[in-house]
């Protein structure tokens, strides 16, 4: 049996980006490389997902050789919801792919809004923490890092 269609890939992605480094960030940062690696996605590709997710202060990037990604903060102060948030404030979140016919604008989008209220209110209560938690209990993550958060 389907369900529904999973969420949108951008965010998909963005949130698999943060719990990876949150799991395998520890008290150091997390190369895109090796991320790009786990998610088994080109290198390319991420870069620019990640620098949009240090512009919404959700990851900090750090030069240099050794260099790569870290938490903003702690991951429990993270949520899904944030991640969202982040992607809408690009201007490649604009869609104008919608219609403007009277049952869009009056029935479908105040539906879609509605339906888009409460994906938020749900992701918010969803933080990497309680991800890391979820991945450690499917047998997905690393060791558990002495340190999730670095300032």
């Known amino acids: 049996m389907r369900g529904l269609a999973a969420p949108d890939r951008r965010l998909q992605l963005a949130v698999e980006v943060m719990l990876d480094i949150a799991l395998f960030g520890g008290s150091g940062p997390v190369q895109s490389k090796d991320t790009a690696a786990r998610l088994d996605l080109p290198r390319r590709h991420l870069e620019q997902l990640m620098q949009q997710l240090v512009r919404a202060g959700l990851l900090k990037s750090v030069r240099g050789p050794r260099g790569g990604y ?14 969202l ?10 869609s104008g792919t919608g219609s403007t016919s009277p049952l869009a ?8 809004a509605e339906l888009e209220a409460l994906l938020v209110e749900r992701l ?11 991945a450690a209990a499917a047998g997905c993550a690393p060791r558990a890092p ?3 958060f670095v300032i």
Do not use: K
């Open 124 to 134: 918010a209560q969803v933080s990497l923490e309680s991800l890391c938690d979820r």
């Open 105 to 112: 604008r009056e029935v479908l989008g105040p539906l879609w």
């Open 70 to 83: 870290r938490l903003a903060r702690e991951r429990r102060r993270i949520s899904a919801a944030d991640i």
């Open 85 to 94: 948030l982040a992607l809408r404030e690009s201007p490649a979140a604009e």
């Open 146 to 148: 002495d340190v999730d």
